[in-house]
């Protein structure tokens, strides 16, 4: 019988898709990686057939995909290149490094009559590089961007309009200023890049820029109920096919293209706590904390009263290895109200009855998940992107509380509180659940289910 089921399905998705294959490569970094995977999936369930190109940094675990075909490129990266922190000169190298044996992966790929017709080519958009690369093989390139649009939309005007404007080399990044450019966002919503090399990082983002107006469109992990103004900006400045088709976790139960494993634990602890009574606490795969900040953010949850689920990534505490900095005794004193773990589960996290809040860095993907299981949010972004959408979430979907001011356990302590046990959180839960509900819509039958179905059909006219 189940093998009849899946015959059947597998009949449906070679009549949907016409057989025809896609060429995906993502960057390779746990934010970035997670949404093309669930593309990828989104896809082969459209019928298409999925190849991944993927380097040896940060592979991917292959054998979670028994129904994509993977090749591996070298990446050529030194031990030191790959564990910088600078990521505007990683992403740099990456764009140069990879040339070479992406070029000779395509070409094998498409000499290759024994597979099917492949159709065009998915790369992350940081990857500008595989534009000039498709384009000497005559193979049509769509961007994935899997950030969300207004902050792409920031970052693509940093070398050109916010520059001019004087906004950027930013002078000071407590500003309340307004940028009256990009509404509703102040100075200190603009996005902190991270090095001091500013003209790497402009020639990086006009690339960036350059390289997604010359491919054949974009997709978005992001939908029109989230991003109505910026979608119509962006169509004034990228004329090319836009397809906003987020979020993308939501066309599949929770499964995990995790790079680091999973603590389950955290599920068995939160089975034991009252509903909706636990603060989540997670800042995603790459920010890293100081000592004192550390040690802030611990008695801040400590003193809340509040139950919490911490992780704490392994290294991400500036030297240690984890969480040996506690205060002797601290363990001791928050046992039964706290958990702490160095990777969790985090959809099932934020989908179980008793997490109640979600003190999040603003990730995009973390942010998507929180809104697609109704947890408001605290905002403490750290770089990047995070920080315009930290302002999207406290002050245009009013889903979050905006922790502005320096890590300081009393201010901390005070959110926490806001969040968990007073009307304000109810609040922002209520709001949150119905952007939710909206996002929900927009998936079964609405606008990012019909922009799947044009992307499906743009890829089969290829
Ligand atoms: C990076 C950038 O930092 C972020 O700003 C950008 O939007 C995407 O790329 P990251 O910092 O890892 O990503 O954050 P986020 O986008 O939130 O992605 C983290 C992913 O890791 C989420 O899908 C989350 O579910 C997962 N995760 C996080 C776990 O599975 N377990 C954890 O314990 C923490």
Redesign the pocket.
């Known amino acids: 019988m189940q093998k009849m089921k899946q015959a059947s399905m597998d009949n449906q998705k070679a009549s949907v898709g016409k057989g025809r294959r896609v060429i995906l490569f993502p960057m390779p ?4 990686i ?1 949404p093309m995977l669930q593309l990828a999936n989104i896809l082969y369930n459209k019928g298409l057939s999925i190849t991944i190109i993927y380097t040896h940094l940060n592979s991917p675990n292959t054998s979670s995909y028994p129904h994509f075909t993977f090749c591996s490129i070298s990446d050529g990266f030194s031990k030191d290149e790959a564990s910088t922190t600078n990521y505007v000169a990683f992403m740099t190298l990456l764009n140069v490094k990879c040339v070479v044996p992406f070029q000779e992966c395509l070409e094998k790929l498409l000499s290759n009559v024994e597979e099917q017709p492949i159709a065009c080519l998915i790369s992350d958009a940081m990857l500008y590089f595989t534009q000039a690369v498709a384009d000497s093989l005559k193979l049509p390139r769509i961007v994935l961007r ?2 969300n649009i207004a902050s792409f939309l920031v970052f693509t005007a940093i070398p050109g309009l916010l520059r001019e404007k004087g906004y950027y080399p930013i002078q000071d990044p407590q500003s309340e200023a307004p940028v009256i450019e990009f509404p509703p966002l102040r100075v200190k919503d603009l996005p902190e890049t991270k090095t001091t090399d500013d003209a790497t990082r402009d020639q990086l983002l006009s690339l960036l820029a350059s390289q997604t107006k010359a491919s054949s469109g974009m997709i978005w992990n992001s939908c029109r109920k989230l991003e109505q103004d910026a979608i119509t900006a962006l169509e004034q400045e990228f004329p090319i096919p836009i397809f906003t088709i987020g979020p993308f976790h939501k066309y599949f139960p929770a499964y995990s293209s ?1 790079l680091l494993s ?1 603590d389950h634990s955290c599920i068995s602890w939160l089975d034991k706590q009252a509903p909706k009574s636990v603060i989540y606490v ?1 800042f ?4 890293a904390i100081n000592e004192t900040e550390f040690l802030e953010i611990a008695w801040g949850l400590a003193n809340s009263g509040v139950p919490f689920l911490w ?1 704490v990534r392994p290294r991400s505490v500036q030297g240690a290895e984890w969480v040996e900095a506690l205060p002797k005794g601290y363990l001791e004193m928050v046992d039964g109200r706290c958990h702490i773990v160095k ?5 099932e996290v934020l989908a179980h009855p008793a997490t109640g809040g979600f003190w999040t ?1 603003n ?4 942010t998507l ?1 929180s809104i697609c299981e109704g947890v408001p949010m605290i905002c403490h972004p750290n770089f ?3 920080s315009v959408i930290a302002r999207y979430v406290s002050y245009v979907w009013r889903v979050g509380l905006h922790l502005e001011k320096k890590l300081e356990r009393r201010v901390i302590e005070r959110a926490i509180r806001r969040l968990i046990l007073e009307a304000e959180g109810l609040e922002l839960r209520s709001r949150i659940i119905g952007l939710k509900e909206q996002v929900d819509v927009s998936l079964k039958g609405g606008s990012a289910y019909k922009s799947l179905e044009s992307l499906i059909s743009y890829i089969q006219s290829f």
């Open positions: 970094l746990q934010g970035h997670t899997t950030s995790s999973q997670s995603g795969s790459i920010v992780v990777w969790a589960p985090q959809q860095h990730g995009w993907n973390s998940e990047g992107d995070q």
